[in-house]
């Protein structure tokens, strides 16, 4: 009887290893809801019929993408689980995670007279409504610093400079603490800028050594500029990945393939025709940078429903929303936001959802009241992430550090009150409120997104 007993319980271990060992090669297989045990991967990546590399290119992409795999991951750190989206500090001074599914819009435009000799962008000018009788019962003008700023809120750190090596510093200290992995730079070509602001290319690479330092990496926010074309749109990919692909803080995504390509997102997208898109972002366009050393994921904007089919067109691996006004547009709206996630799963695409703490740009648009969204201490950030965590996505931007002009903006802020105006606060909150919902939530979406994975 011992001996029948213990063949049993052998025969009970062999059976229980046997479906251990199955539940465990089902979790390699490419999950049925398109997400991927690589995450934030994209199964799409090359795989769609239009852009099908030719078998010796993907030898080639193969090598690049062994030799990029060592600037994905920063040193000291090692990845959890099968996940590339989370990376545990194992230095001393860091006992924490940070995401690189969290990705956040950043701004280097600001100016001030100690480094700048003037100030730029704090003296926004009030930008007049399009219709002149709307726009002639409102204020005109522009701001007058320090203490009068274009922003509802006013910073902790001043109406500071971007070229502050000190303020860049407090910056990427508190993205850090905000547990955002990527951060997503505002760019324009060397010698362009923004209608109100100067050129900022220079600051790139302390930018780029700064987010180093943070263990954070740095994707590229290409704004539209006066002749953007989809040539010239050639031109700024090749002059990015030439200039800053070799930097450690480059970002790159990692595809449940192995395939290892940098992201771009692509800022009103919709100004360009499809048919112009499709030359550069589809294997047989004319000057196509598939399959070459320029290839990238490539995010388009969606505001109205008619873009995704648009964006689909023009050859796009991803759709973003980027507006922190739920309602504001089609794409910004969050009942909308499974359509848009159904129907990139359909056509392989990647669904980035932008959330934000709430939006207040009247210090610049004194007219646009009606878009404005409080912040109810928190509750309405609280909501975007929830929306977003409901259509399950592998990556979330969050709409911004530090956009203050649209009061968007999670970089501290303080009490303020002159004999003129009376500031936004974060209160009855501390300063650093949004930047700790802002890891909490990212904690909690990463757990989600190992459920997700199982």
């Known amino acids: 009887m011992t001996r029948l007993r213990r063949k049993a319980l052998v025969a009970l271990f062999l059976f229980t290893l046997f479906i251990f060992g199955a539940m465990m090669g089902l979790r390699t297989l490419k999950p049925s809801d398109g997400f991927s045990d690589l995450a934030p991967g994209m199964d799409f990546i090359g795989e769609r019929s239009d852009r099908r590399r030719l078998d010796v290119k993907d030898a080639a992409a193969a090598a690049a993408a062994a030799a990029a795999a060592a600037v994905v991951v920063s040193p000291g750190q090692f990845h959890t689980g099968n996940s590339d ?21 950043y ?30 019962s409102h204020a005109q003008g522009r701001h007058a610093p320090p203490d009068d700023i274009a922003s509802s809120f006013y910073p902790e750190l001043g109406p500071y400079s971007s070229r502050d090596p000190k303020v860049l510093e407090s910056h990427m200290a508190q993205i850090e ?18 209608d109100h602001g100067e050129p900022t290319e220079d600051l790139v690479p302390a930018v780029m050594d700064a987010a180093h330092r943070h263990s954070i990496k740095v994707a590229f926010h290409i704004q539209p500029y006066k002749g953007r074309t989809d040539q010239s749109m050639h031109d700024n990919i090749k002059y990015i990945i030439d200039k800053y692909g070799e930097h450690s803080a480059f970002y790159r995504f990692r595809s449940s393939t192995g395939r290892v390509l940098p992201l771009f997102y692509i800022y009103d997208s919709y100004l360009m025709p499809p048919e112009s898109w499709a030359e550069l972002l589809t294997i047989k366009g ?42 504001f547009s089609f794409g910004s709206s969050h009942q909308n936001w499974k359509a848009v996630k159904e129907f990139c799963d359909a056509n392989n695409l990647l669904f980035i959802p932008s959330v934000g703490p709430g939006y207040v740009d009247t210090a610049v648009r004194p007219w646009n009241n009606h878009n404005t969204r409080n912040r109810v201490n928190g509750r309405y950030y609280d909501t975007s992430l929830q929306a977003a965590l409901s259509v399950r996505p592998e990556i979330v931007t969050i709409t911004s550090f530090n ?22 606060d974060y209160q009855p909150n501390l300063p650093d409120h949004y930047l700790e919902l802002t890891r909490q939530w990212a904690e909690n979406f990463n757990k989600e997104k190992d459920k997700w994975l199982m």
């Open 85 to 105: 989206t989370k990376v545990v500090f194992t230095k001393s001074d860091r006992d924490y995670s940070i995401f690189y599914d969290v990705h956040i819009f």
């Open 107 to 136: 701004y280097l435009w600001y100016g001030s007279p100690g480094m700048d000799n003037k100030y730029i962008h704090w003296d926004h000018v009030l930008v007049p409504h399009w219709d002149p009788k709307i726009a002639a």
């Open 177 to 194: 603490a905000a547990a955002a992995g990527v951060l997503v730079l505002s760019w324009y070509p060397p010698g362009v800028a923004d």
């Open 286 to 327: 004319s000057h196509s940078i598939r399959g070459t050393p320029y290839d990238g994921v490539f995010v388009a904007l969606i505001v109205e429903e008619r873009h995704k089919h648009d964006i689909l067109a023009s050859g796009f691996d991803g759709i973003y929303t980027y507006f922190a006004s739920n309602g």
């Open 403 to 424: 956009q203050w002009h649209e009061g968007t903006q999670i970089e501290k802020a303080v009490p303020k009150k002159t004999v003129t105006r009376l500031y936004l």
